[in-house]
């Protein structure tokens, strides 16, 4: 089996050996010019683990290959297309959750207390500020109760926060009506899209907040933006879920980012070293499980 890596992954030298212990090893450490040099990197792999730059492209290009991937979202993937290729992905859920988890309750933090609007700060206009938000008992309700969901949970329940989940099947108006901040974890796939429109936005308590980590598949951007025009919603924190990791010219990111009641980062949330062990650990358990006959984490 020849395994390519066809850019850089962060692999430890012990993640290397395990890897070249499984076939012929090529791993490449730098990101491909174009989507077609990727392709090329590909062309002669049996498995590919990747990221997605390239993959997002080229793909159905591939053929009669397995690819694992260090990375949670694969909702961008056609199943049909990939069933006619003969191509099998896995990736690995749950790799990001201790990452994405921080960065909510570091927004929730950040929204409630306005810590932003002091760290460094000189004007004496701000010695006087008025009184901020603390978390002791306020309502959250969580979009999702999957690995990144449930542990903001734990973690909001420790700061003593009253804490709702919203799962497949119960009224998504009713679950946000009370809550002082709705953090959206939901997956990407048929039952979600467009699931947070209009009417879920005009919903919320006024003066409430909203955190999202999700594709903007999910939610109606314009109708998102309109509710913190309308002062309904008192803040957003959005780690652009749908971009590009890192891209700061993106439109969709700076649409965020030019809202004065914005915290935007681009697509950023996962970024860890705990996120890069985890993901690449399960990436090669995925290699070993499909070359044992018995793959796990599969896309289908």
Known sequence: MKIVIPQDLNLNEEE?????????FVYYKDLAQNYDEWLERCSTADIICTGKFGLKQKVYDLKNVFISL????????DIEKLKAKNIKVARCPGCNKEAVSEWIIFMILNLLRGFNQFVNQT????RRPGVAKGLLRKNITILGKGNIGSRVGEICLAFGMKVNFFEKGNNLIGSIRDADVVVNVLSSNPSTKDLLDQEFFNAFKKGSYFITVTSSEIYDVVALLKALDDDILAGVANDCGSIQFGDVNDEAYLKFVKHPKVLATPHIAHNSDVTDRTGNKMMIDNIEAYLNGKPINLVY
């Not at 290397?16 to 012929?24: I, M, N, P, Y």
Request: proline letters at 5%.
């Open 16 to 24: 290397q050996l395990r890897l070249s212990k499984l076939g012929e």
């Open 70 to 77: 260090p990375f949670v979202g694969t909702n961008f993937l």
């Open 123 to 126: 004007d004496i206009k701000i």
